[in-house]
């Protein structure tokens, strides 16, 4: 009888640490407070923001390109830039379905912060770096190695 309870308890908290794994299509998505800033951590090959959910209106968005991913510069990723866009009824993250960019700070180096505010409606938008670059006569295309993720702004 203990060991199913145990075994209950630990099949629980493995269900809510598989709901938290920040998939764009889980539930918990626009779940939270709405804030008026987004730090967005650039990486290769991924966006990862401050805050899912974002007060509508005016909102001070920050692009920091993370160095801890030194090692890999040699395969791509030298440079990020940020980019906010709203995403259509329907479309998805990864899909390059998104509408016409609201922000683009651009020329992002290792260790560089860029800040700017934007004017956000309600909506779903998709935060991206779509940097294409040659790396030893290979394309590099940050979007396509998943350089993108969403956040729903209320």
Same mark, same amino acid.
């Given at each position: 009888?203990?060991?199913?309870?145990?075994?209950?308890?630990?099949?629980?908290?493995?269900?809510?640490?598989?709901?938290?794994?920040?998939?764009?299509?889980?539930?918990?998505?626009?779940?939270?407070?709405?804030?008026?800033?987004?730090?967005?951590?650039?990486?290769?090959?991924?966006?990862?923001?401050?805050?899912?959910?974002?007060?509508?209106?005016?909102?001070?968005?920050?692009?920091?390109?993370?160095?801890?991913?030194?090692?890999?510069?040699?395969?791509? *990723?030298?440079?990020?830039?940020?980019?906010?866009?709203?995403?259509?009824?329907?479309?998805?993250?990864?899909? *390059?379905?998104? *509408?016409?960019?609201?922000?683009?700070?651009?020329?992002?180096?290792?260790?560089?912060?860029?800040?700017?505010?934007?004017?956000?409606?309600?909506?779903?938008?998709?935060?991206?770096?779509?940097?294409?670059?040659?790396?030893?006569?290979?394309?590099?295309?940050?979007?396509?190695?998943?350089?993108?993720?969403?956040?729903?702004?209320?």
């Amino acid at each position: 009888m203990r060991l199913a309870f145990v075994l209950a308890i630990l099949a629980a908290g493995v269900a809510v640490f598989a709901a938290c794994g920040g998939d764009d299509d889980s539930p918990a998505l626009g779940a939270g407070t709405p804030v008026s800033t987004l730090t967005a951590r650039l990486t290769n090959w991924k966006v990862t923001p401050s805050s899912r959910t974002l007060a509508a209106g005016k909102v001070t968005v920050t692009a920091v390109h993370v160095m801890d991913h030194m090692d890999s510069a040699p395969d791509g *990723g030298a440079m990020h830039q940020l980019l906010i866009a709203p995403l259509p009824a329907g479309a998805k993250a990864g899909q *390059g379905k998104y *509408g016409k960019p609201v922000l683009n700070l651009t020329d992002l180096k290792m260790g560089d912060e860029k800040t700017a505010e934007v004017d956000l409606a309600p909506g779903t938008y998709e935060v991206f770096c779509s940097v294409v670059e040659d790396v030893k006569g290979k394309t590099v295309n940050h979007y396509e190695k998943g350089m993108y993720t969403t956040v729903i702004v209320k």
